[in-house]
Antibody
């Protein structure tokens, strides 16, 4: 059974750095093809893909946000971490992590429940 | 970057009616398009992948069609649980990304 769960602060101040953790089970990021992405959704707005890390530790970032994002993984802990620097109120959103299998099923087939991050002083 | 445009933004229909949602890509994505359903307070759920294949457990009333730049999601007869927001997403290049702006299907 595949599950993902996001965790991190609910509130951050402008200019601070956000660190989010995705803890997953039911698959391993050391398995060829496995990938985890971060996707966000501002209140009442559309989904926005942010970053992806794959089994081979290759990392991909949204063009518009790449200077602010860092994605990393700890395979032994089944965790993926996203950091976003210089947070702004427009970054207020629900942040999701989701799985894809590059070789088997390259779509977002499993999602976490999301974590709401509010940026406010 | 490929831009996905969904229309209409809102669709007001009654249970039992047919829903037709559109997704247009700014350049060809072949058949590398998916549809997701999102209900309030929930994560998106994959409905359709590769333009026309239903994901596991998705009822037959959901169908997808199209290729290249024009895609359609059809719900043949709306059930009460189908009123939600629907997003398309493409993966014609890697990594996957580019979601559309969404279509809200609301009860008329």
């Amino acid at each position: 059974q595949v599950t993902l769960r996001e965790s991190g602060p609910a509130l951050v101040k402008p200019t601070q750095t956000l660190t989010l953790t995705c803890t997953f089970s039911g698959f391993s990021l050391s398995t060829s093809g496995m990938c985890v992405s971060w996707i966000r959704q501002p209140p009442g707005k559309a989904l926005e893909w942010l970053a992806l890390i794959d089994w081979d530790d290759d990392k991909y970032y949204s063009t518009s946000l790449k200077t602010r994002l860092t994605i990393s993984k700890d395979t032994s802990k089944n965790q993926v971490v996203l950091t976003m620097t210089n947070m702004d109120p427009v970054d207020t959103a629900t942040y999701y992590c989701a799985r894809t299998d590059y070789y088997g099923f390259p779509w977002f087939d499993y999602w976490g429940q999301g974590t709401l991050v509010t940026v406010s002083s | 970057e490929i831009v996905l445009t969904q229309s209409p933004a809102t669709l007001s229909l009654s249970p039992g009616e047919r829903a037709t949602l559109s997704c247009r890509a700014s350049q060809s994505v072949s058949s590398y398009l998916a549809w997701y359903q999102q209900k309030p307070g929930q994560a998106p759920r994959l409905l359709i992948y590769d333009a026309s294949n239903r994901a596991t457990g998705i009822p037959a009333r959901f169908s997808g069609s199209g290729s290249g730049t024009d895609f359609t999601l059809t719900i043949s007869s709306l059930e009460p649980e189908d009123f939600a927001v629907y997003y398309c997403q493409q993966r014609s290049n890697w990594p996957p990304g580019s979601f559309g702006g969404g279509t809200k299907v609301e009860i008329k």
